[in-house]
């Protein structure tokens, strides 16, 4: 078990007066089976009324507008959160049960449809069904987020928030979330049903107690063969003590940390900062 608190700031700088905004917050942590929500609070500048909601995904919203003259938008979402997961998987189901589960739950059969940030290259559907070929659908599942790692390295700059599967594919490049993306897509080509996780990662395996890390925002997967499965194929890690959800759906555009519309001058600039420490 461990704590863990974090301070996500993110916003945007306008370049010019914005006249109004309407927004939506996905960075706070809920509490489920392998953390609990100890404390938790967002601040919006310029200061404005929200509404939280729990989305149709399990994942909390704030939602909320600013109608007053304004050229930056920044928010502060601090959490403390005691993480309990232990990184053991229980033994899973063979394809034949699977089958049958995929029809009867519904939260099962929606993360087994591609979506366009998804969809994978042919070469992707090939070495996951090369890789279910002989095992069960957990290791199959396991193996083909291990050769997802191992595929594609991992690296800043080169894709953004709209950059799909194929693309980081054809590049052998991206961040956690195109490796989620491709992982995702690899795994529902095989029949696998798998879902997109947000949250963050504590960087310092050793994580020592008081000592502020510089973080980010985090992606991971969830597999279902029995029961939901968690791994971080960026880091090729066992979902564990140093990761922090906040959310799930189907990719990346149903956990988007920030977004929204606004009236006022063309173009802005996103900016992020996330602080992890451990507590005692």
Do not use: K
Not at 127 to 144: G, S
Request: with cysteine.
């Amino acid at each position: 078990m461990s704590r863990l608190r974090v301070r996500h700031v993110t916003g945007y700088d306008y370049g010019g007066e914005v006249v109004q905004s309407y927004n939506e917050a996905r960075m706070l942590p809920g509490s489920d089976d392998g953390q609990l929500v100890l404390a938790s609070g967002l601040e919006i500048s310029p200061m404005s009324s929200s509404h939280g909601y729990v989305d149709y995904w399990g994942t909390r919203v704030n939602s909320f507008e600013i109608l007053t003259p304004h050229e930056q938008l920044s928010l502060t979402a601090s959490s403390l959160v005691e993480v309990r997961r232990s990184g053991h998987a229980e033994p899973g189901m063979g394809w034949p049960e699977l089958a049958a589960a995929r029809g009867a739950a519904v939260a099962v059969v929606e993360q087994l449809q591609q979506t366009p940030l998804t969809d994978p290259a042919e070469a992707v559907a090939a070495f996951a069904r090369e890789a279910a070929a002989d095992l069960d659908p957990c290791a199959a599942a396991l193996a083909v987020c291990r050769e997802v790692h191992r595929r594609i390295e991992y690296m800043t700059g080169v894709t953004g928030v709209q950059s799909t599967a194929r693309e980081a594919w054809a590049q052998g490049r991206g961040v956690c979330q195109d490796i989620a993306h491709v992982a995702i897509g690899a795994l529902r080509a095989i029949g696998v049903p798998a879902r997109y996780v947000s949250g963050y990662l504590h960087p310092d395996p050793d994580f020592p107690v008081g000592v502020p890390v510089t973080g980010e925002s985090h992606a991971w997967v969830e597999w279902f063969c029995g029961s939901w499965h968690g791994w971080d194929p960026t880091n090729d890690l066992a979902i564990g003590e140093r990761h922090v959800l906040v959310g799930r759906g189907r990719d990346y555009a149903d956990v988007a940390p920030l977004r929204g519309i606004y009236a006022g001058p063309f173009g802005s600039r996103l900016f992020v900062e996330v602080e992890i420490t451990r507590e005692a």
